[in-house]
């Protein structure tokens, strides 16, 4: 399978992640109560993320907005009706944070270990929320570390090809 279909995999299950979860929240509130249609939304988002994180670790030739994806997806996961306390949601986002991290070690070994921080700061600040009511701010948070994320990675990438003579 060429890394153009894993990738366009990853992408169709990172959307049934967002989607899907909303009708097993609809169907478990109406089957049984709020408790159980919560936990459906996070099983039924947790199977679909996890399936897309698989196929995007077999990709070969991995480029950044590639390995930005569980990020990006994990940090989407906001706009779905939380929790109590957003457990959830820092949930998602840290495990996208952590994902992404992951994918960036493996296009280049050289990645800075500093940019897993922010990426974990906006996770933590979808925890404890901020002042504007929504998933607003949160999403707000989430692009200014993963552009931080991306340009310290970037800088890294460079400064490796300087050092090894290539640049």
């Known amino acids: 399978m060429s890394d153009r279909i894993k990738i366009v995999l990853a992408l169709f299950f ?3 992640a967002l989607t899907f979860p909303l009708v097993g929240l609809a169907y ?3 089957r049984w109560d709020a408790q159980a249609g919560f936990l459906l939304l996070i099983g039924i988002f947790a199977a679909f993320f996890s399936i897309g994180i698989l196929s995007l670790w077999t990709v070969r030739d ?3 907005l590639t390995t930005s994806l ?10 779905i009706p939380d929790m ?3 457990v959830d949601d820092a949930a998602a986002t840290a495990a996208g944070a952590l994902f992404s991290y992951a994918l960036a070690l493996r296009k280049n070994a050289e990645t800075p270990k500093w940019i897993l ?5 906006a996770a933590l600040y979808t925890l404890f929320g901020g002042p504007i009511p929504g998933p607003v701010d949160e999403i707000g948070v989430d692009m200014i570390a993963l552009l931080i994320s991306w340009f ?3 800088a890294g ?3 490796t090809v300087d050092e090894d003579g290539k640049g």
């Open 117 to 121: 921080v922010p990426l974990l700061l």
């Open 70 to 79: 569980p990020f990006l997806f994990g940090s989407l996961y906001t706009i």
């Open 62 to 64: 991995l480029s950044w």
């Open 157 to 159: 990438e460079r400064r």
């Open 28 to 30: 478990g509130w109406w």
């Open 152 to 154: 310290g990675a970037r």
């Open 84 to 86: 109590p306390l957003q």
């Open 14 to 16: 990172f959307i049934a």
